[in-house]
């Protein structure tokens, strides 16, 4: 038994399912999940000493490469001055003044230590602000897992086939409605409906947790109409999103302004740091201005955010974004070449640094449509590569992100060597 299944074994006994979040637990592509113990730039290593080319990248928050020097440098420093204070600090300033200079939407900000803080904090200020208890959020959709939210969503959930969560009140998700992704008729139809109770639509303006998704032009234009005309607020959840599929994030190529934006991932460069923001008017009615409460011991913790100033300043260094955008995009175009040379149904798609692919003809719109991928051939196509060194999410529903790390050589490799496994697979079938 290597140190791998062994782990396993061990973590099963005292952590649910082994793991401290599903879909780590290779449980939609069967085997056993790489414990890994080191990671730098592109690679990883599990407990074999085995190494991977990484294309999870800690879920995207790995943009820069892992343990960057400058980052390891700056986070050893502010470790250094204290791990916590509770209290405010001259870099969380700094860090928000970045953000915001990034993302001019977000006028206000309030750091937070996780995604799932950031959704939950947004959902709570647009009720509390407009006095709306409905909110709007799309199938296949991820936007973490606080109650309201958890509602046919995306990432583990659809990886598991349990699209809503057990443990949510009835009562607390009657208030949730549920749209198909990129339908504007519907959008309409329900706003037309009972557009005055609506509180928020929530989305992802390219979704990554039901694979890579994009929305359609006609659809957020129909968004941000809408929830203008019957003053519901927009939030776009940008934390996958953000300073990932262009410096600005979704926001910035559609042209379009929410009224509140959460992020993370990127903003913290490995280490727990999210944030939501927005309108000011909107954000002054958080406590203690306004009576909409939000706190946290960690929020703003002087570590994490020293990690994230760090890698906010490297990512707006001189052709960063195309080159990113450039290798993301051999790969992608590469991989669906070679799958289509091995005779197999496959498309895919990128922006920016992060990309999906797809066992299917023609390119997933929806919820719908992302089901209908095959998940044979993904796992099969998953462990041939794992076999090769390569790790991509273990799950068809999730995206797959490209750091500045990943050279050209290292994408030419994993490309020879998805040669390698689509030629396997295609014999199997
Ligand atoms: N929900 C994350 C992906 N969309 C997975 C987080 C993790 O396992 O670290």
């Known amino acids: 038994m290597n140190n791998n299944s062994k782990l396993l074994l061990q973590a099963q006994k005292i952590i649910p399912g082994g793991v401290n979040s599903p879909v780590r637990a290779f449980g939609s592509v069967s085997g056993v999940p790489r414990f890994i113990h080191e990671a730098k730039d592109a690679h990883v290593w599990d407990e074999e000493q085995v190494q991977y ?13 892992h343990a ?13 001055n204290g791990l916590s204070f509770g209290a405010p600090t001259a870099d969380e300033i700094c860090i928000a003044e970045m953000i915001q200079q990034i993302m001019p939407s977000m006028e206000k900000i309030r750091l ?6 950031a959704t939950m904090s947004a959902i709570r200020l647009a009720r509390g602000f407009t006095g709306r208890d409905n909110i709007i959020k799309f199938e296949g959709c991820y936007h973490g897992h606080s109650d309201s939210l958890l509602v046919k969503a995306g990432s583990g959930l659809l990886t598991f086939g349990h699209p809503s969560s057990a443990g949510v009140p009835k009562d607390l998700s009657r208030h949730t409605i549920v749209l198909p992704y990129n339908n504007v008729a519907a ?4 706003f037309a409906q009972q557009g005055d109770s609506i509180a928020c639509v929530i989305v992802e303006p390219i979704a990554g947790n039901m694979n890579m998704i994009p929305a359609s032009n006609e659809f957020v234009q129909a968004l941000r109409s809408l929830t203008d005309k019957y003053g519901s607020i927009l939030i776009y959840d940008e934390i996958m999103t953000g300073f990932r599929v262009a410096l600005g994030g979704a926001q910035s190529i559609h042209g ?14 490995g280490m727990p740091v999210a944030a939501f923001g927005g309108r000011a008017d909107i954000m002054e009615c958080i406590s203690p201005l306004g009576n909409v409460y939000q706190a946290g011991t960690l929020s703003g913790n002087p570590v994490c955010v020293a990690a994230g100033l760090k890698t906010l300043e490297i990512i707006q260094r001189d052709g960063f974004y195309r080159l990113l955008s450039a290798r993301t995009q051999e790969l992608s175009e590469g991989l669906c070449k070679l799958a289509r040379e091995a005779g ?8 920016g640094g992060m990309f999906g692919f797809y066992f299917i003809t023609g390119l997933p719109e929806c919820y719908e449509d992302i089901q209908k991928a095959d998940l044979q051939l993904f796992k099969q196509f998953f462990h041939a590569m794992l076999a090769r060194g390569v790790l991509f999410a273990p799950s068809a529903f999730e995206a797959g992100f490209v750091s500045a790390a ?9 490309l020879s060597l998805a040669a390698e496994a689509f030629t396997e697979i295609s014999r199997e079938i």
Do not use: M
């Open 53 to 65: 080319i990484d294309y999870i990248g800690s879920w995207g928050t790995a943009i820069v490469g």
């Open 68 to 80: 960057h020097p400058e980052v390891v440098d700056a986070v050893c420093h502010a470790a250094q």
């Open 112 to 117: 937070v230590s996780s995604g799932t803080e």
């Open 187 to 190: 959008l309409e139809q329900l």
């Open 256 to 269: 379009i302004t929410p009224d509140l934006t959460t992020v993370g991932k990127v903003i913290g460069g």
């Open 344 to 351: 197999l149904p496959f498309s895919s798609r990128h922006i």
């Open 406 to 414: 990943h050279s050209p050589e290292i994408i030419a490799d994993t």
